[in-house]
């Protein structure tokens, strides 16, 4: 099901599309996340993109109209998507090529728009939001999508929402409006048939954890590997510094080979995938480690997915932790190179992602990683 959201900013069009997302299980976007991932790219039309960006002037309709047509033909929006932000005019709305099937209208007062962001904008303390901004913006929207909203109309794909009320009510009746209902046998209409497996790689303070982070928060089941090793140090009380964290590892890995931490976590693995379509594994590093869960996972796709981060930047992220903020070093590296073997494994990359940006940045990424993965 292919789905553009049309509203003031303010009106609820990320909170739906996001529960929408989950429950019919389509990529959510916006322009704004497709602009942003063109101008990282270093060829003319991303360079393009970055300095419109930067001087703050809108990318005209042609070239829009042509860069969200070509973005939305990747194979993870075959299945449909919820697209945000676009079209943003009537010229592109008649130019959009994607057979859209419904149009959803959040209808919010100015009133309304101006309480709700200006709440948001105390609240977020943003700089470049002043109300006299936000009235104007207000107004602008309201000139323009008066036509677009006439021409999905006459397509009769409009649907239109009350986004004056509570979350959960709108959210059911954009449910009621696509025909579905939140019960199972038809929320779950679409299924991801292959399980698969996300393998983040990456040496020390490259970005792990902060990886986890974010797909925990698209509530992905996250399997801690080095979660063996922290959790002895605490329990015994040792101190967490290289030489103990070496010291543990080896021991492990005579006992059980160098795959030993796919061994000692096979089972846990197997009891989330049960449950889940997509999982992700924090810190598998050896190759024995991935050729032993190939092995025993028959059936489950593993992506392997590396962060690179510079050495500098690296050691200043663990220096600042809280936490094993004495773990790092050369030797460390070494370690994880050779003696884990590591090396394979980061030189087998499904995917490889450079964490030496901001934390947007990184997320963007790894939303990008996510959709190719879960929805092609």
């Known amino acids: 099901?292919?789905?553009?959201?049309?509203?003031?900013?303010?009106?609820?069009?990320?909170?739906?599309g996001n529960l929408l997302s989950r429950q019919l299980k389509i990529p959510y976007l916006s322009t704004g996340h497709i602009f942003r991932e063109i101008a990282k790219k270093k060829n003319k039309i991303g360079r393009y993109i970055k300095l419109i960006m930067n001087t703050g002037l809108l990318v005209p309709d042609i070239k829009t109209i042509e860069i969200v047509n070509s973005y939305i033909s990747k194979p993870e929006y075959k299945n449909g998507y919820i697209l945000d932000g676009f079209p943003r005019t009537l010229n592109q709305a008649k130019h959009f090529k994607n057979n859209?099937?419904?149009?959803?209208?959040?209808?919010?007062?100015?009133?309304?728009?101006?309480?709700?962001?200006?709440?948001?904008?105390?609240?977020?303390?943003?700089?470049?939001?002043?109300?006299?901004a936000l009235r104007k913006r207000v107004e602008l929207f309201d000139k323009t999508i008066k036509p677009i909203i006439r021409f999905y109309e006459k397509e009769r794909k409009l649907i239109t929402i009350d986004a004056k009320k509570p979350i959960r009510t709108i959210n059911q009746e954009i449910l009621n409006s696509l025909g579905k209902k939140r019960v199972k046998n038809q929320i779950k209409e679409w299924q991801k048939k292959k399980k698969s497996i996300i393998a983040i790689v990456g040496l020390h303070g490259s970005g792990k954890t902060e990886a986890a982070t974010y797909f925990r928060k698209k509530e992905v089941p996250i399997v801690t590997f080095g979660d063996i090793v922290?959790?002895?140090?605490?329990?015994?009380?040792?101190?967490?510094?290289?030489?103990t964290h070496r010291r543990i590892r080896n021991d492990l890995r005579i006992e059980y080979g160098k795959e030993a931490f796919a061994v000692?976590?096979?089972e846990k693995i197997k009891e989330v995938l049960k449950k889940n379509t997509v999982i992700v594994i924090d810190g598998l590093r050896s190759w024995e480690e991935y050729a032993y869960l190939k092995k025993h996972l028959l059936g489950v796709k593993i992506h392997l997915l590396v962060l690179f981060t510079y050495k500098e930047l690296r050691y200043r992220r663990i220096r600042n932790r809280k936490y094993k903020s004495r773990v790092y070093g050369k030797n460390r590296d070494w370690s994880e190179i050779f003696e884990s073997n590591m090396g394979p494994t980061i030189a087998s990359a499904d995917f490889i992602i450079d964490n030496n940006q901001t934390r947007d940045e990184l997320y963007d990424n790894l939303e990008h990683v996510f959709r190719i993965i879960y929805y092609s």
């Open 1 to 16: 099901m292919k789905i553009i959201l049309i509203g003031i900013q303010g009106s609820g069009k990320s909170t739906q």
């Open 100 to 132: 859209v099937d419904k149009v959803i209208l959040f209808e919010l007062s100015h009133q309304d728009a101006l309480w709700r962001l200006s709440h948001r904008v105390s609240v977020e303390n943003r700089d470049d939001d002043t109300l006299i």
């Open 230 to 243: 922290n959790n002895y140090i605490d329990k015994n009380k040792l101190a967490h510094n290289e030489e």
């Open 264 to 266: 000692l976590n096979l």
